[in-house]
């Protein structure tokens, strides 16, 4: 069955709606995160700088265009230019959530990380909605630098690990986007969990059955 195709007005209200359920369950704080949807015409809903998830104006929110010129609303997060390098390098990308959520922050503090995937798959749904958690090196927030790291992985990949910084995902749509995010923390929870117990990952061989299964 197809998606039905929503209006910039019902995805404001739904950036708004979704926002506040991802602030009070805890996986945002202050005006920590941004959000990114690509609209029908082509443009961009995001968040303001500075905003809180947990109260955002449906008719605040900013818009731009694929080359980042402010259109209308509040003037968008600094952050806006990796969220346009991603959708300009990811034809399947229709949202962005990037969150500073505390174990998948936790995580990208950690030394030692496997570059090309953070997190060992040891779950299904990590595998089907994930697959894989490259880490990009550390850079200033705000950094042009972190948008042309992600510009280069963009097409291979559904979320990243900003080092030092915290988790950007992305997703067919907004709905997607917050439950790849949410299973992705959920997935850095249990991680930290199971630290010094025997894990019993999956094999490659689950692992590639999986991906083929899709989410």
């Keep these: 069955m197809s998606k039905v195709l929503m209006n910039e007005q019902q995805l404001r209200e739904q950036m708004v709606t979704l926002a506040r359920s991802m602030f009070e369950r805890g996986y945002a704080t202050g005006g920590a995160g941004n959000l990114s949807i690509k609209l029908p015409n082509g443009h961009f809903l995001a968040t303001p700088t500075g905003s809180s998830f947990g109260r955002l104006v449906a008719e605040e929110l900013s818009v731009v265009d694929i080359d980042g010129n402010h259109i209308s609303g509040k003037k968008p997060s600094k952050e806006a230019a990796f969220h346009l390098a991603i959708y300009r390098n990811n034809a399947e990308c229709n949202a962005i959530v990037h969150l500073h959520s505390t174990y998948l922050t936790a995580l990208s503090c950690l030394e030692g990380l496997d570059r090309n995937n953070a997190i060992k798959a040891f779950t299904p749904y990590f595998v089907m909605r994930i697959g894989e958690l490259p880490v990009i090196p550390y850079l200033r927030p705000g950094d042009p630098q972190i948008a042309e790291e992600l510009a280069k992985r963009a097409g291979d990949y559904r979320a990243f690990l900003l080092a030092n910084h915290g988790p950007v995902v992305t997703g067919t749509d907004f709905v997607d986007a ?31 059955d999986l991906k083929g299964r899709g989410k």
């Design 178 to 208: 917050v439950d790849n995010a949410e299973e992705l923390e959920e997935t850095a929870k249990l991680a930290f969990l199971l630290k010094g117990n025997d894990i019993r990952y999956l094999t490659d061989e689950e692992v590639m």
